[in-house]
C-alpha cells in the first residue's frame, strides 16, 4: 500500500487523501507528511477553546502489548506503576534511559487485565519499539507496533462530548478523564481515550486504518451543529504550549530528565525499580522548566537564549508563540541552576538581537473553565 | 493562486507597485501568505528609514514562524499601513490589497525584480 513504508520517504497517513480535499496545507512532522493548517491556524486554534475541532493523529505510534507480563513489564520499562493501575485508566508516562533522561514521552492505557495500549511521538517510534523490546524481552508479553495498521483521530474541545454522543457513542461521554475503553461504532471496533493535548476536554480514537476515512467522516457530520473544524499541527502546538504541556524535542529530550522537563509531578521514583529510577533518585536537576511571559506581541520562540539580570546566560527558551486566547507572547523556558526561579522573576530573552524581559510566571497559562 | 500581472515581484514573496517611483507600495504575496499562516506581528521600516533594494528591512512574524521582510526597491518609507500593523491578519485576508505593507517615495533604485509571469513560475516550482 502506497504511503505505508519504514524506509522510503515520508509517511502519509490514511486520511492524507481526505486532508488533500479540504485544501490543507502540509508539513513534514517527525517522518510524517501531516496538515499544519486547513485554513486559519488562529481560527483552528478558537474552534478548540469554544466549540471543537478534529485532529489527524495517525502519526503517533501506537503499540499493543498483550500477555501477563505486560504490566510487570511496563513497570521495569517505563516510568510509574503500570501493573496496579486500573482496567480502563490511563496514565501519563515517560522512558527513560539509565542515566534517567528522557527517550520518549507517552501515555499507558490499560485496555484489558493482560492488555495495555501504549501511544508515544512519532519521530521516537522505532527507538521506543528498539527500547520496548529489549526491556521486555524477560517478561510473558507480546509487544506489537500497530502504527501503520491504525489510524488516531482526536476530537477536542468543548463540545467535544456533544460531538462524540452524536456519532453514536454517548456512553463515552461518561468516561473520565484519562480513562480508555473499547467500543465498537458502526461494527467497527474503536479504543477511545478521554485524554488530549490542548488543556480541553476532548477524545483520542483509535481504529483500523482502513476504518479512518469513514470515522472521520462521521466526526466531520456529527460536529458540524456544534461547530467542529478540522485542525492542523500549527494549532495543536499553540493549544499544548497554552495549556504547558511538554513537546518532546523541546521541553523534553535525551539531556532532560523529567523534573528537569518540568513533569516532576508525575516521577514516583520510589514506587518501582524502572529503568532509569536509581538515576533520578541520585541526580540533582541541572534545570528546570518555568513558564514567561512578554509584552506586546513579539513572541520568544524554541531556541532563543536567556539571560539573568546580571547578564549570566541562564538558560533557553524550549516553545514560545504570541499565545492566541490571552493575546500576549508566552514560553516554555528551561533554566539553568539547581533551583528554579520564583514566580516574577524577571529574565532577559535575546529575540534576535534585541534583549527583551520576560517574566516568570506559574502555569499552566490557560486552564478550561470548569463547567 | 492570485498574482496580479500589473506588480513586480522579488524571489523572496513581496510585491511592488510602481517600482520605478514616484511611489512603490510594498507588500507580500498572496503564496506567502499563505505559506506564512496567519500572520500576527508586524515590524516594518519606520517613516523616512531609508530602504536598500534586497536587503531586510523588517520582519513578519505568523504564529509558527519568523519571517524576514526584504525591500523590493530603495528609497525612502513615505508611509506604512498602520492598519495592518494593528490588525496583521489583513495580510492574510487580502495581500494586494488592505494588507500592504509600507511605501517607498522617492525612489532610487530597485533590487532584483521578477514580473508577473516569471513569479508564477518561481512558486509554481515549490509545490
Sequence with gaps: ?371 | MTIPASLSYTADHEWVSAPQGPTARVGVTEYAAQALGDVVFLDLPAVGQAVTGGEQCGEIESTKSVSALFAPVSGTVSAVNQAAVDAPELVNEDPFGEGWLFEVSPVSGQGELLGAEAYAALTAEGE
Design chain 1, 1 to 371: 500500500m502506497a504511503g505505508v513504508s519504514d524506509t522510503v520517504g515520508l509517511l502519509q497517513s490514511p486520511l492524507d487523501a481526505v486532508h488533500r480535499r479540504l485544501g490543507a496545507t502540509f508539513t513534514d512532522f517527525g517522518g510524517w507528511e501531516l496538515p499544519v493548517r486547513f485554513g486559519s491556524d488562529l481560527a483552528e486554534h478558537k474552534a478548540v477553546r469554544t466549540a471543537a475541532g478534529q485532529f489527524d493523529l495517525s502519526h503517533m505510534a501506537q503499540f499493543d502489548l498483550v500477555g501477563p507480563g505486560a504490566g510487570p513489564g511496563l513497570d521495569y520499562a517505563l516510568m510509574g506503576e503500570h501493573s496496579t493501575m486500573p482496567l480502563g485508566r490511563a496514565s501519563y508516562s515517560m522512558i527513560l534511559t539509565p542515566e534517567g533522561t528522557v527517550i520518549d514521552d507517552l501515555i499507558v492505557y490499560r485496555l484489558g487485565q493482560e492488555h495495555y495500549f501504549v501511544i508515544s511521538n512519532a519521530a521516537n517510534r522505532l527507538v521506543v519499539a528498539a527500547a520496548l523490546k529489549e526491556r521486555l524481552a524477560g517478561f510473558d508479553t507480546t509487544l506489537e507496533d500497530q502504527t501503520l495498521a491504525r489510524a488516531l483521530i482526536a476530537v477536542q474541545g468543548p463540545a467535544s462530548l456533544d460531538v462524540i454522543s452524536a456519532a453514536g457513542l454517548p456512553q463515552a461521554t461518561q468516561l473520565g478523564y484519562y480513562r480508555a475503553m473499547e467500543y465498537t461504532l458502526e461494527a467497527v471496533p474503536i479504543v477511545v481515550a478521554r485524554t488530549g493535548y490542548t488543556g480541553e476536554n476532548g477524545f483520542e480514537v483509535s481504529c483500523p486504518r482502513e476504518e479512518a476515512e469513514d470515522l472521520w467522516q462521521l466526526f466531520a457530520r456529527a460536529g458540524e451543529p456544534f461547530g467542529l473544524v478540522p485542525c492542523g499541527l500549527a494549532c495543536r502546538d499553540t493549544l499544548r504550549l497554552e495549556a504547558a504541556m511538554p513537546l518532546y524535542g523541546h521541553e523534553l529530550d535525551l539531556d532532560t530528565t523529567p523534573i528537569e522537563g518540568g513533569q516532576g509531578a508525575f516521577v514516583r521514583p520510589k514506587a518501582a525499580d524502572f529503568v532509569g529510577a536509581a538515576a533520578l533518585r541520585e541526580r540533582t536537576p541541572r534545570k528546570h522548566l518555568v513558564g514567561l511571559r512578554g509584552e506586546g506581541r513579539r513572541a520568544a520562540r524554541a531556541g532563543y537564549q536567556l539571560s539573568a539580570p546580571d547578564g549570566a546566560p541562564a538558560g533557553h527558551v524550549t516553545s514560545g508563540a504570541l499565545s492566541p486566547t490571552l493575546g500576549y507572547p508566552i514560553a516554555l523556558a528551561s533554566v539553568l541552576g539547581p533551583e528554579a526561579p520564583a514566580a516574577g522573576t524577571v529574565l532577559q530573552v535575546d529575540i534576535r538581537g534585541t534583549s527583551t524581559p520576560y517574566t516568570v510566571v506559574p502555569t499552566p497559562f490557560y486552564t478550561k473553565e470548569k463547567k
